[in-house]
């Protein structure tokens, strides 16, 4: 069993920065690929960023060059530095555990991000 909880959403003007992260416990963090997901006002769920146990990270383009997804396992953190917001970039994120072969597979409640034009 994995808990996440997620800190840092904010409102926030177009084109500032913030950065979020997820702390986690329970559970041998080193052994999850973590990710962090978005959900929009009227949207699917979908990927930003995910980062692997070998620290291989993937981005939706859209964030690409914007963000950055980051873990720090002996503090059992991933963190997601965002930049040059973007309105559609209001959402709530989620955090995401996921152990490779298995079902284990657990979320963070979300945080809020708001992002003004």
């Known amino acids: 069993q994995v808990q996440l909880v997620e800190s840092g959403g904010d409102l926030v003007q177009a084109g500032g920065s913030l950065r979020l992260s997820c702390a986690a416990s329970?559970?041998?963090?080193?052994?999850?690929?973590m990710g962090w997901y978005r959900q929009g006002p009227g949207k699917q769920r979908e990927m930003v960023a995910t980062?692997?146990?070998?620290?291989?990270?993937n981005y939706t383009d859209s964030v690409k060059g914007r963000f950055t997804i980051s873990r720090d396992n002996a503090k059992n953190t991933v963190s997601l530095q965002m930049n040059s917001l973007k309105p559609e970039d209001t959402a709530v994120y989620y955090c995401?555990?996921?152990?490779?072969?298995?079902?284990?597979?657990?979320w963070g409640q979300g945080t809020q991000v708001t992002v003004s034009s």
């Open positions: 329970g559970s041998i963090f080193s052994i999850y690929n």
């Open positions: 980062i692997t146990t070998g620290y291989s990270t």
């Open positions: 995401n555990a996921h152990r490779s072969g298995t079902w284990r597979n657990y």
